[in-house]
């Protein structure tokens, strides 16, 4: 797709990595890379926080320390100030999950502004973040999905997820931050998706501050994305839109199959990322409108986003245009994008260790389940480990 294999350099990828720290990662993408020990390792991690068995420091002198910037947003400035040298921006991601009363979503709201006021004097951290089920009950979305009537409590339980969600928004705007509103379950998504377009027909007037997030395993996504294409062209307002791939897959097919609807994802790998670069060329055939941040880790879609953009005449840095992964995860991508110029962000996840681990759980799985993701991390960390020795 692109002569020009930059994803192969691996001293540029790993130019933060001490030989020690080097050493972790190849030490973890190795255990993750076999799956009964994931599963164990699980069960394992688990019982021992839940039995509140000294546990914490183990786990955050490895996973965490490799997964996660800190246990707050003070704490994870070493790492921030340490990859924005090599031009790669953060997007600090507060990855407590499950959470269920009032107090909690208003922390976590309270939370994500102080990022926004952390952020608003630091060039690094041009983007924050946050879950709609971080800031609201996942049954209310559902429920308001569904059309079922809210009785009084939960009428007014709904006026304070938009209460929070304005707070926030409006906050990105006076600061001039950019704001990722992730995705979640398609059974959910609707009402959040209604609620986050009133925020970008309201906050996104001048420029995209509000982004949506489009996990482009759904086959609906696309139409979707036309669909708010011609609503903000009618209301005279900007779009922004992250692109995923999508991380709830397992869970939608298995709903899908014993509720009897078919299943909203895409019937095959080859079939979703068609949809991933069919949404990477509407965003960039409408940059007059909409802003997109490509959150991928597909070395494939990373190049034809390039070679889209190249075509197109826009600079490397065009900041209608991001490239995203996570923190701990495909620094061959992140690095050598920002060293060729790109616009790259990070999402750091931080958070109190027992809190955090249901996120990095997942990172596990997913690595595992991912074919070829974790091969390709051990074979790049391999050839910089190799590289190292002969110098």
């Known amino acids: ?11 540029i990828a790993f130019s933060l990595k001490s030989d020690s720290e080097l050493e972790r990662a190849f030490f973890l993408f190795k255990m993750i890379s076999i799956e009964p020990l ?6 394992a991690t688990n019982f021992a926080i839940k039995a ?14 490799h997964f996660c910037g800190g246990v707050n947003e003070k704490d994870c400035l070493p790492v921030i100030d340490k990859m924005y040298e090599k031009g790669v921006s953060s997007v600090l991601d507060y990855s407590v999950e499950g959470k269920e009363t ?59 997820v938009i209460k929070r969600f304005d ?43 509000v982004f949506n997030t489009l996990q482009m395993y759904r086959h609906d996504r696309l139409a979707f994305l036309e669909n ?20 709830y897959m397992e869970k939608e097919n298995e709903r899908a199959d014993e509720k009897g609807y078919p299943t909203p994802i895409c019937e095959s790998k080859f079939a979703t990322d068609q949809n991933f670069n069919k ?13 997109l941040f490509a959150g991928t880790h597909n070395e494939d879609s990373s190049y034809l986003l390039m070679r889209l953009m190249k075509e197109k005449g826009l600079d490397n840095n065009d900041s209608r245009v ?41 990172r596990a799985e997913e690595n595992t389940s991912v074919a070829g993701q974790t091969g390709r991390e051990l074979a790049l960390l391999t050839k910089e480990k190799k590289r190292r020795k002969n110098l």
């Not at 994931?38 to 069960?43: A, E, K, P, S």
């Not at 509140?52 to 320390?65: M, N, Q, S, Y």
């Not at 009618?234 to 692109?243: A, C, R, V």
């Open 1 to 11: 797709m692109n002569t020009d294999l930059i994803f192969d350099n691996t001293e």
């Open 38 to 43: 994931v599963r164990i390792g699980t069960v």
């Open 52 to 65: 509140h068995l000294p546990v914490e420091g183990l786990i955050r002198a490895t996973v965490f320390d």
């Open 102 to 160: 009032e107090k909690e979503f208003d922390d976590a709201k309270n939370m994500i502004i102080n990022i926004i006021d952390f952020a608003k004097s630091k060039e690094a951290m041009p983007i924050a973040v946050f879950k709609p089920t971080g800031f609201g009950r996942f049954k209310l979305y559902e429920k308001i999905g569904k059309g079922e009537k809210l009785n009084q409590n939960e009428l007014e339980e709904w006026q304070r």
């Open 167 to 209: 707070d926030v928004c409006k906050k990105a705007k006076d600061c001039n931050i950019e704001v990722l509103i992730d995705a979640e379950e398609s059974w959910m998504q609707d009402t959040a998706d209604e609620l986050v377009s009133g925020m970008m027909r309201k906050y996104n007037t001048e420029k995209p501050i």
């Open 228 to 247: 708010e294409h011609k609503k903000a062209k009618e209301g005279n307002y900007f779009l922004g839109f992250k692109l995923v791939r999508g991380a």
């Open 279 to 291: 949404g990477l060329r509407y965003i960039l055939d409408n940059l007059d409108c909409i802003s």
């Open 322 to 362: 991001w490239f995203g992964q996570l923190y701990g995860m495909s620094d061959h991508i992140s690095f050598n994008l920002a060293y060729k110029g790109y616009n790259v962000a990070k999402y750091v996840p931080f958070g109190p260790v027992k809190d955090v681990m249901p996120y990095l759980i997942r």
